[in-house]
């Protein structure tokens, strides 16, 4: 399984932005690379994806607020996030999928995980 590790966090006020990053340890070209978020009492929810063939999608509510790229000669995915919300508050997990999956809306849609990164936005 591939490595990955998080980084960007921290706390931002209401319309303001955030870039979150997460590097990979191998083969990262031919993962599926996403970004899920966990709020205090929620569960894991979908955020983005990037597939290796430079398709996207997003969750409505980002959607026109936040953009997922990627850099393979860096092995690294990014999550720009602007327009930040209060409601977007929450750990940011990074997550790779194997390239074969087709579904990929759901925690068991991925098969490696970060550790997560906390992202607050105050009011």
């Known amino acids: 399984q591939v490595q990955l590790v998080e980084s960007g966090g921290g706390l931002v006020q209401a319309g303001g932005s955030l870039r979150l990053s997460c590097a990979a340890s191998?083969?990262?070209?031919?993962?599926?690379m996403g970004w899920f978020r966990q709020a205090p009492g929620k569960e894991r929810e979908f955020v983005a994806y990037?597939?290796?063939?430079?398709?996207?999608n997003f969750v409505d509510s980002v959607k026109g607020r936040f953009t997922i790229s990627r850099d393979n000669a860096k092995n690294t995915v990014y999550l720009q996030m602007n327009s930040l919300k209060p409601e977007d508050t929450a750990v940011y997990y990074c997550?790779?999928?194997?390239?074969?999956?087709?579904?990929?809306?759901?925690?068991?849609?991925?098969?490696?995980w970060g550790q997560g990164t906390q992202v607050t936005v105050s009011s």
């Open positions: 990037s597939r290796s063939g430079g398709s996207t």
């Open positions: 191998a083969y990262f070209s031919r993962y599926t």
């Open positions: 997550a790779a999928a194997f390239p074969f999956r087709q579904r990929l809306s759901t925690v068991t849609d991925f098969d490696s």
